[in-house]
């Protein structure tokens, strides 16, 4: 088959809405829309989303008005997603539909809320954001008459579940059977996982440069980062440093994004895959790095580990974020009285289908739903004698 990438539309191997797999519930089509951006619509009217504002990326929301939020974050994942979608031809609604809800399960306080709750879960199936962002589209919104969540389409769902264990997989039968026999997702599903990869990078170099944990200095021994401050100060000299990094990181997105293109134009022009489902029985995964830019992309989330995760002042936050939610779901765990009578009720009917394990996923469902202020408010309520309400 002989790629043409300048013609108009939509590649073979994109995603088609006319093949979908469909809704678990039929509804009748849309009359002005596509069932994508039906889904697309649906994420971002829903109250997950708008609680996205008050999550914490790296650094918790109240320590400063212009560092990244959860939802700042989906926002830059979703636009680099839909210019590559667009340069690869590929379904643009389906894969903004898809960054737009995958952040949809994260706990407050960001991976190291995830962390804590995966730890007080771990003896009733753990915790994991990918497969609380499919419970929250698959059952834990309550906006429609006719269902419980928002109903979406299979291959918005598919996109959602990046990562999966073999156990939950037989759980969710059609769904997570490309996790039992190693088949792989849409390119939109790809490309989302890609494009939140290449969102975060860059924006924790921007938001730790921001916050003093980081510094030029240290980037400048970066190969990737460390060419990319040569080419701006030989452009530019004598730039201020503020806009000396805003240039660095535009640039840094920009060859993300054109490797990826261009490493991925390669991989379906020598696969030519004929119909999304080729794409699924390609064997590997289409959208992707080049192997340099794989390199210089892994020695980048190393240093942002080491230097900037791992900060003594984001640990400190880390701690008192995992131990305010661990004592968040002994507390509730413990009497679950202390839910509001939604959850509570909620909480009731699970235990009384799944016992422990019901009981324990419907606190769990209540911690993670918490934006970062309101976690830290339920917590003085609960702990602080002072606080009756």
């Not at 539909?97 to 306080?109: Q, R």
């Not at 990181?249 to 490493?263: F, K, P, S």
């Not at 790095?289 to 791992?310: C, G, I, N, T, V």
């Amino acid at each position: 088959m002989t790629v043409i990438w300048d013609a108009p539309g939509r590649g073979p191997w994109a995603s088609d809405v006319a093949s979908s797999r469909g809704r678990r519930i039929p509804e009748p089509a849309p009359a002005h829309r596509t069932e994508y951006q039906r889904d697309r619509d649906r994420i971002i009217h829903c109250s997950a989303f708008r609680r996205l504002e008050y999550k914490t990326q790296v650094f918790v929301n109240h320590e400063g008005d212009l560092f990244r939020t959860r939802l700042t974050h989906t926002l830059e994942v979703c636009q680099v997603a839909r210019t590559i979608s667009r340069a690869l031809r590929l379904h643009e609604d389906l894969t903004e539909a898809i960054c737009l809800a995958h952040d949809l399960g994260h706990t407050p306080f960001g991976h190291a809320g995830q962390d804590a709750l995966h730890d007080c879960m771990r003896e009733y199936g753990g915790f994991e954001h990918n497969l609380q962002s499919l419970r929250v589209v698959d059952l834990l919104e309550e906006r429609y008459a006719d269902f419980d969540g928002l109903n979406l389409c299979f291959e918005t769902r598919e996109g959602i579940l990046k990562h999966c264990s073999a156990s939950n997989a037989r759980q969710l039968g059609e769904l997570g059977r490309r996790f039992l026999d190693r088949s792989q997702p849409s390119l939109e599903a790809q490309l989302a996982n890609l494009a939140d990869s290449i969102a975060y990078n860059s924006h924790d170099v921007d938001d730790g440069l921001r916050a003093g944990l980081i510094t030029l200095h240290q980037l400048e021994q970066l190969e990737m980062t460390g060419r990319l401050l040569r080419e701006v100060r030989t452009a530019h000299p004598g730039l201020e440093d503020r806009r000396l990094v805003y240039e660095m990181v535009r640039r840094l997105i920009g060859e993300l994004v054109a490797d990826v293109i261009q490493t991925t134009r390669a991989a379906i022009s020598t696969t030519a895959p004929g119909s999304p489902q080729a794409v699924r029985d390609a064997g590997q995964q289409l959208i992707r790095f080049s192997p340099a830019m794989d390199r210089q992309q892994a020695e980048l989330k190393q240093f942002l580990f080491h230097q900037l995760y791992r900060h003594h002042r984001v640990y400190r936050m880390v701690a008192k974020a995992q131990r305010t939610l661990r004592q968040l779901f002994e507390a509730l765990f413990a009497d679950i009285a202390l839910l509001p009578p939604r959850q509570h009720a909620r909480t009731q009917a699970l235990e009384a289908e799944h016992g422990d394990h019901g009981r324990a996923r419907g606190v769990a469902d209540y911690i993670a739903g918490m934006t970062d202020r309101f976690a830290i408010d339920e917590h003085e309520r609960l702990f602080n004698p002072r606080r009756l309400t």
